[in-house]
């Protein structure tokens, strides 16, 4: 095969050592080097200074977790190419499994070129990353608090989910305090809940009536107590991201107008995928990195199936949520693009389907510039008039109907 980096690396990073093998080819010959470095920061200065030694020029690292990212910190003040590989990607034949190997292993990969980078961003942008994906484990820690609140209601025989929509909205917040602070009359349960929920007072005080015990309101002021903890915590952490989204204003801005993309999801798809958009040849590679395509999976001429791709599950998740939002807005490109495959592929697929031009329209924003103009509900049916307009013809046929149409004057 062809050599495109004659003098490279390849380390096998762990938790404790770091297995470094440098690889070069001087006159026709290849030579190897091993050495195993620890973790340390002063044994990683000293790993630096071996591969300038060394005169390497390309590293391609490999880790299970975050133990490359000191690593990489450090190599990255070097004049090296760095390369992260996916372990699924450089697996070797089994049966030669060992540290050694595996480091001999991706440097010759990486000599022919072989070995797919994965995307590491920037400082800035691994800051906003590493703070919204924060934000949303607790968001979901706070939700499973909720669920336990419900849980302990339940085993009092308390039904104030079936009377209120948001057992933490106005209503159900005053009715926990009070059940915590030991009151058990339903009647004056009842008279807490304000008066613009669709609940009579005989069915408040039917579903506030229970037996609520000690025990049950130790619970409850348990999981209330996390939830303020919780909400304190993404206060504060929407505060920080409002203090360090200053570089990313501009970008962000731009997807806002997308419709069905809050300013949250926006600040996520910006977090996950940049602002610098030449990393991804085409809007196409973006998708399929973020795991929004069908996966290739074919045998004898069959395509066995049809799933989407693993990947990217932070982004993935984020724009699912907003394609449902767009899905809803009226008279727009991605509420016809849903109903339009939701008949034939079934509203998951269609779901994904709108996901993925979600992607598509923030890649192409983001690479160009320009700001979001959707092209309407009527988009399809202006795209292809004689085959929307055959389809039709056939629809009134099957009601029993002889149809034949002439062009209207322009």
Request: with cysteine; proline share 3%.
């Amino acid at each position: 095969m062809e050599l495109l980096h004659p003098h490279c690396a390849g380390l096998d990073i762990h938790k404790e050592t770091v297995v470094a093998c440098v690889r070069h080819l001087r006159n026709g010959k290849v030579t190897t080097g091993i050495k195993t470095f620890k973790t340390t920061t002063e044994e990683l200065i000293a790993l630096s200074d071996w591969l300038t030694t060394e005169g390497c020029t390309h590293i391609v690292m490999e880790a299970t977790g975050v133990y490359w990212k000191p690593v990489w910190h450090i190599l990255s003040d070097g004049e090296f190419d760095l390369v992260l590989a996916n372990a699924g990607h450089v697996k070797n034949v089994p049966g030669r499994k060992t540290d050694v190997n595996d480091a001999a292993w991706l440097a010759e990969l990486m000599a022919h070129g072989l070995v797919k980078a994965s995307f590491v961003p920037d400082q800035p942008t691994q800051q906003m990353r590493d703070l919204l994906r924060t934000r949303k484990q607790f968001g979901r820690e706070r939700s499973s608090h909720i669920q336990r609140i419900q849980k302990t209601l339940e085993d009092a025989n308390i039904k104030l989910d079936l009377v209120v929509t948001d057992v933490l909205g106005l209503s159900g917040r005053r009715i926990l305090e009070a059940l915590i602070a030991g009151q058990t009359v339903p009647h004056a349960l009842a008279a807490l809940a304000d008066r613009r929920i669709h609940a009579t007072s005989a069915q408040l005080e039917a579903a506030l009536r229970g037996r609520v015990t000690d025990h049950h309101r130790f619970m409850l002021k348990l999981h209330l107590d996390q939830i303020d903890a919780q909400d304190a915590a993404i206060a504060r952490i929407d505060k920080e991201v409002a203090g360090n989204v200053e570089p990313f204003r501009v970008a962000l801005e731009m997807l806002n107008g997308i419709p069905g993309v809050s300013s949250l999801s926006a600040q996520v798809i910006i977090a996950e995928i940049g602002v610098d958009m030449s990393r991804f040849e085409t809007a196409g590679h973006l998708i399929s990195w973020a795991g929004l395509c069908p996966r290739n999976d074919e045998s004898a001429g069959k395509r066995r199936s049809s799933r989407m791709k693993k990947g990217a599950p932070w982004l993935k998740t984020t724009l699912v949520q907003c394609a449902w939002a767009a899905a809803r807005t009226k008279d727009s490109y991605f509420q016809a693009q849903y109903h339009r495959l939701r008949s034939r592929r079934g509203p998951k697929k269609a779901i994904g389907a709108v996901a993925s031009s979600l992607l598509t329209a923030a890649y192409h924003m983001l690479k160009s510039g320009t700001l979001y103009q959707d092209l309407g509900a009527n988009h399809f049916n202006h795209r292809a008039k004689d085959k929307q307009a055959l389809h039709l013809i056939h629809r009134l046929k099957n009601l029993g109907f002889n149809v034949q149409i002439t062009p209207s004057a322009a």
